[in-house]
């Protein structure tokens, strides 16, 4: 598996210890998130949102999780 968002997806293993039990507070399935941090689905703004705050992650740092590694 080549993950596209491969800091985000350490912060949910680190906090959720899988990805499943992190999909469903999500509101996704688990299917459609590995397919989010593969790159093959966008991510919707609402889910990011929800993603930082399920996560912990501030505002400021969505960048890091979301964006890094994309050309500008």
Not at 6 to 17: A, E, F, P
């Amino acid at each position: 598996m080549q993950l596209k968002y491969i800091k985000l997806y350490s912060k949910i293993k680190r906090t959720y210890k899988a990805i499943y039990k992190f999909a469903k507070p999500l509101g996704i399935s688990s299917t459609a998130l590995y397919s989010k941090l593969n790159g093959n689905t966008p991510w919707k703004q609402s889910e990011m949102e929800l993603c930082c705050t399920l996560l912990g992650i501030d505002k400021n740092e969505i960048g890091e999780y979301f964006f890094s590694g994309e050309v500008q």
